[in-house]
């Protein structure tokens, strides 16, 4: 997979044609490393794409839009402010390089005409999006700034003169002779990939490949590979290309590219399509979908490990204490031996031996030379009040640990088993909520917008409703909120799970009803890849919140267990 200076410029040759003399009417911003730009070319409407992702870094249009954030970004205030009316100019390529410019004719605040540069640095995990002055070439802002610690070689930041990104010394593919290609491929022909690829500028492993197969193929003549260039250079600048998405077996996105990628050709089923921009959407789409979800959770996954190893590594430290604490009799015994045989001791003393009387030895017991004796007794009745003390404290401590425990291994359930970003998002609103993390300040408007509760919703082979909590808010809601006293409550035995009810509707509920309500239970919990999960079972009216819980702890009586293998129900 390889978003390379060919594709940039096919990309680049297709959005000039689109876009130019356009108007960028709106800007959002859906994500920290990603932009809309919403623009009206040519009596349409188009929103281009441009994403700053270290995996999958590219610009398109799209055809279907995500959900914009209730309260905007501030880089896309400040685009909004600079572009919002403004009408572009020209989009072009810089060299062959995986950079693009879109020069922009705008107003200022006077009224005055201004011009102002967009550019888009598509180079793996120092992709950029930064907007210049086009006259003064200095950064206005960027999606990514770099400061002088992050690199020594190039900065961005605001108010410093842009600077293109350090050459490579490559040769770039749109304007290399046939002079250069024949002395790139003056070498072994096992190393003529190799060359092509760290000789010209803008193509990828791919396209080195291809280039290096027409060589062999045509007796080893460099003329052949110029050839190719040239050729496919023409098709670029007129847009006569094939985009095409390579698919494994399982119809799972491989590679994609706007010429024939060899390797692939014969190996792959092809779908073609008729735009740059739709080959490259639907190659993210179905391809970066999965991963896309991967990158929302891989946060909330790193975050929820780190605190639990907190909490894990605080109750061992308890558990410690505790132990320790329960071992204070001795100081019990210290002291009550002293106090009875003060008569024995003097000042100066490091140690005692005296007759126990609770089993008739003889015990040594260490004193404080400093002290009196009366005051070394009174030490030890002091440590072992302090000891009970600290015993009572510990054990309320280790409670509120282990709550916090379950908690976060519910929520840790819940990132594992999310299958959408929606969900994602909830739960990283829960642990927000919960001061897990920081977030953005959401205005009271947006909180009013947020959605509303949506559980899992699943039907039994007698029609009987089951809901299912997709996170522990939700959980509450369903509990407390939707279920009647008599539906029946649900949950995997200490395991971290969704809260499941079973309506009742007016029905009457039979043991299958229950068996099924169990499996999509013990399906939305830790323990979906086992067997013989437990579940237990109650009415709603025995399902008890205690006061100061956090979201999803319950207390339940009257329940039963039954044992069952994770299964949803037929749809």
């Known amino acids: ?308 190893d907190k909490l894990y590594l605080k109750k061992q430290r308890l558990l410690e204490d505790i132990l320790a604490a329960e071992k204070s009799e001795i100081y019990r015994l210290y002291g009550e031996i002293l106090t009875a045989n003060l008569h024995m001791l003097k000042q100066g003393d490091t140690s005692a031996t005296l007759f126990n009387y609770y089993d008739g030895s003889e015990i040594t017991i260490p004193l404080d030379k400093r002290l009196t004796p009366p005051l070394n007794a009174q030490v030890y009745y002091k440590k072992y009040s302090k000891s009970k003390t600290a015993i009572t404290e510990k054990n309320i401590r280790l409670s509120e640990n282990d709550n916090d425990i379950l908690y976060l291994e519910t929520v840790a359930s819940y990132i594992e088993n999310a299958s959408s970003v929606d969900e994602i998002e909830e739960l990283r609103a829960e642990l927000a909520d919960a001061s897990y993390i920081r977030t953005r300040k959401i205005s009271k408007d947006a909180k009013k917008n947020k959605n509303k509760p949506a559980p899992f919703k699943y039907e039994t082979s007698n029609g009987l409703r089951v809901m299912a909590g997709k996170n522990n808010k939700e959980n509450d809601a369903l509990t407390f909120k939707t279920a009647a006293r008599t539906d029946i409550w649900l949950h995997t035995k200490d395991i971290p799970g969704s809260h499941v009810v079973l309506f009742s509707d007016g029905k009457q509920i039979v043991e299958s009803d229950i068996l099924e309500a169990a499996s999509i239970a013990a399906f939305h919990s830790k323990g979906k890849n086992s067997e013989n999960v437990p579940v237990d079972y109650t009415e709603i009216r025995y399902v008890k919140k205690p006061a100061g819980a956090k979201p999803g702890m319950v207390i339940f009586t009257n329940n039963k267990t039954v044992y069952v293998n994770p299964k949803l129900p037929k749809m």
């Open 1 to 308: 997979m390889a978003f390379d200076g060919i594709i940039v410029t096919a990309a680049a040759n297709e959005l000039s044609k689109l876009l130019v003399l356009g108007k960028i009417e709106k800007i959002f911003q859906p994500e920290s490393d990603e932009l809309i730009f919403h623009i009206h070319s040519q009596s349409k409407h188009h929103k281009l794409y441009v994403s700053t992702s270290g995996s999958h870094a590219r610009f398109h249009l799209l055809s279907q839009a995500p959900e914009n954030p209730q309260t905007p970004f501030a880089l896309c205030m400040l685009l909004r402010k600079h572009l919002v009316g403004g009408r572009i100019v020209s989009i072009l390529q810089v060299e062959s390089e995986r950079i693009l410019e879109i020069n922009i004719a705008t107003t200022n605040e006077l009224g005055f005409s201004v011009n102002k540069t967009l550019i888009f640095e598509v180079m793996g995990k120092h992709s950029n999006v930064i907007l210049i002055d086009a006259a003064s070439r200095k950064i206005i802002d960027s999606i990514k700034r770099i400061s002088l610690d992050e690199s020594r070689v190039r900065q961005v930041l605001p108010g410093r003169e842009y600077d293109y990104p350090p050459s490579q010394d490559k040769i770039p593919f749109g304007t290399i002779s046939q002079d250069e290609v024949s002395a790139l491929c003056d070498c072994a022909p096992h190393e003529i990939s190799k060359k092509l690829l760290y000789g010209i500028q803008g193509i990828s492993p791919a396209m080195a490949t291809r280039l290096a197969d027409f060589f062999r193929s045509t007796d080893l003549h460099a003329e052949s590979v110029y050839a190719e260039i040239l050729s496919m250079r023409e098709k670029l600048a007129s847009l006569d290309l094939r985009p095409t998405v390579y698919l494994d077996d399982s119809q799972v996105p491989i590679d994609y590219h706007v010429f024939p990628i060899p390797e692939l050709e014969s190996s792959c089923e092809k779908l073609e399509f008729p735009s740059v921009s739709e080959c490259i959407e639907y190659y993210y789409l179905n391809k970066a979908g999965l991963n896309r979800l991967k990158q929302k959770t891989s946060d909330l996954e790193r975050i929820v490990k780190n605190n639990l």
